[in-house]
């Protein structure tokens, strides 16, 4: 399965890239996220985070399908 | 007529306005937030706001639609900006008219409120030291808590 | 620079935001009163405000000092217009800048709330039947109770 | 004693004169404006009013010296 990821803030800090295109297998946004992560070393913890998937949010074991654009949101700090 | 944009050049706030013609509403309530020169005890330089475009185009639609329908106003309009500040620039701006001005204030700051807690934007602070960092809804830096 | 004062020209928001200028300011909330095509159920064509100028002015001035002092923000300033207004004009204008939104939310309410209740202000609203009358503080009409 | 009176609103209506000036004996703004309501048919009893002398507000019994500016307050509807 293919998975185009954006990354915004603290986590596009730790990944060293805004964007890419992962190749793995991962039923859910959790899982892929614990995948990422490792990889990545990302400075939080899933429970601090928000996952969105094709422009919409959806819960951490929403079904993932191939060519989906995932975006793993840190807490916002708008205004 | 009420929407929510992000912006990537400057807002220019008698401009948005016209989106809150009413000749029913009697009252007009802004919000602007300024950069500040200063956040946590640090001096501030600039301040960059990165944005999950899509989303936030989404979710400060709902936010609109959200308080045109919990406070009966007549018209509601925001706009947030995204890109380089610097200190006094206008980082977001939220419009509201309404019949009376108790409801034009209370929508302004559920709007204010509503959009710093939900809309996907990420303020990066640079300070005159020379460093920076993300910060957490309440400005607080995220990098503190890895240490 | 905080102050208060009576317009008997047009109000331009814009220049008037300049008084609110800060650059500990984080956060601007700004009242604007536009008349309204209608009040109680009658359809409105223009209002005329009468004031006692003198007496208003030391009100207004007052207000603004007690709101800097009860509310701790940075700039506050207001602007109230006298003479003939029609549909759409702006007829009060008051602005506060703050280093957090709560205090400027706060501030700007409690600033028309005072501005309505004790500056000697009168509003005469003409209808488009071609009656007029002058309005107590709740926009009721005077001469009701005369009846 | 001379009286200087500016009249606003329903009273400036009652009266059919933005201002005046009076001459009669009246120690205090209550007796003033006694004399002034009988003579002009104001239709607002003083409870309603607030009074202003020389442009500051002032009790109604306060003490009314020969030239003072007087002005009678109807409740305010700016905004």
């Known amino acids: 399965m293919s998975y185009r990821l954006l990354y915004f803030a603290s986590l596009a800090d730790a990944a060293g890239v805004a964007s890419e295109t992962v190749d793995l297998v991962a039923a859910d946004p959790a899982t892929l996220y614990a995948h990422l992560s490792e990889r990545h070393r990302f400075p939080m913890s899933r429970e601090r985070l928000r996952v969105a998937v094709n422009g919409a949010l959806v819960g951490w074991d929403h079904a993932l399908a191939d060519g989906d654009e995932i975006v793993f949101l840190p807490p916002v700090s708008g205004g | ?147």
Chains 1, 4 share one sequence.
């Not at chain 2, 639609?65 to 018209?75: D, M, N, P, T, Y």
């Not at chain 2, 509503?114 to 957490?136: C, F, M, Q």
């Open chain 2, 1 to 147: 007529m009420s929407s929510f944009r992000l912006a990537s050049g400057a807002i220019d706030p008698r401009a948005e306005m016209h989106a809150l013609d009413d000749a029913g509403a009697g009252a007009c309530v802004t919000f602007e937030g300024w950069v500040r020169n200063h956040n946590e005890g640090r001096a501030v330089t600039r301040l960059d706001y990165q944005a999950y475009a899509a989303l936030a185009d989404n979710e400060g639609t709902v936010i609109i639609a959200e308080a045109l329908e919990r406070f009966g106003v007549k018209q509601v309009h925001a706009v947030h900006r995204v890109g380089t500040l610097v200190i006094g620039d206008l980082a977001v701006w939220v419009g509201v008219s309404a019949a009376h001005r108790g409801a034009a204030f209370d929508a302004c700051r559920w709007i204010i409120d509503e959009i710093k807690l939900r809309v996907p934007i990420w303020k990066n602070e640079h300070y005159t030291d020379g460093a920076s960092g993300w910060l957490h809804p309440d400005n607080t830096p995220v990098a503190a808590e890895q240490a």
